[in-house]
């Protein structure tokens, strides 16, 4: 079954404690992506990674890391996660449409990472 | 900021009602697409149109694009309870340079769907 998988889906830590959040897909995408939810503001773009070994910033990029170092693992790294990180988090997958840009295509979720920050 | 931005905030129809959602953008994109979450699940992608697209169906679904408004719409015949959901449109743009390509892939904040029995 064609799938995006992240795991924990649920996870209350303390502050500064690092922690990794894994999203891994089966569809042999080129890009992924994380996004963090949160009321009033909609989903907002982590980082993104268009293949292996490339990524680049979303629009709120600050306090994660990713790493692509295979094509279907894209996990997202809180080195010191803060209260201000509590949120739901979402990885999702996708292949590129033709063209100049390769925009992506239809975007795959994952069931969403519920985290909490104390 | 945001670049697509999804209008009204909430809508609360009947079942059996017409809903319609509108998306509105600021700068020229590569495709549009809407997705449907419901309340703390992933999102799940309706239909992607093109740049060069006006309009698409996808069953009850009905999706314009008018790229001189800067404005998509999706519309939901025939209303059923189990399309209470939030849908967000997301535009994908892209950001190219030479010797690479890129792009940008922005979230609304979503239009609340509330479809009473």
């Known amino acids: 079954e064609a799938q995006v998988t992240q795991n924990p889906r649920y996870l209350i830590t303390v502050t500064g404690k690092k922690l990794t959040v894994t999203c891994s897909q089966n569809?042999?995408?080129?890009?992924m992506s994380w996004y963090r939810q949160d009321p009033g503001l909609g989903l907002r773009q982590i980082y993104y990674?268009?293949?292996?070994?490339?990524?680049d910033k979303g629009d709120v990029p600050e306090g994660y890391k990713v790493s692509r170092k295979e094509k279907r693992n894209f996990p997202l790294i809180l080195e010191s996660p803060s209260p201000n990180q509590t949120s739901l988090y979402f990885c999702?997958?996708?292949?590129?449409?033709?063209?100049?840009?390769?925009?992506?295509?239809?975007?795959?979720f994952g069931p969403g990472t519920r985290l909490t920050v104390l | 900021s945001q670049q697509g931005e999804e209008d009204p905030q909430a809508l609360s129809i009947q079942e059996g009602e017409n809903a319609t959602m509108n998306c509105s953008y600021k700068?020229?994109?590569?495709?549009l697409q809407w997705y449907r979450q419901n309340s703390g699940r992933g999102l799940v992608h309706l239909i992607l149109?093109?740049?060069?697209?006006r309009e698409k169906h996808s069953g009850r679904l009905r999706v314009t694009l008018d790229t001189s408004k800067k404005s998509s719409s999706l519309l939901i015949t025939a209303s059923r309870a189990a399309d209470t959901a939030s849908y967000f449109c997301?535009?994908?743009?892209?950001?190219?340079?030479?010797?690479?390509?890129?792009?940008?892939?922005?979230f609304g904040k979503g239009t609340l769907l509330t479809v009473n029995p």
């Open positions: 999702a997958s996708s292949r590129g449409l033709a063209g100049p840009y390769r925009a992506p295509d239809t975007q795959y």
């Open positions: 569809m042999n995408h080129e890009y």
């Open positions: 990674s268009m293949n292996v070994e490339v990524t």
């Open positions: 700068t020229s994109i590569n495709n």
């Open positions: 149109i093109r740049s060069n697209e």
């Open positions: 997301a535009t994908t743009k892209g950001i190219g340079n030479s010797g690479g390509s890129n792009y940008k892939l922005t």
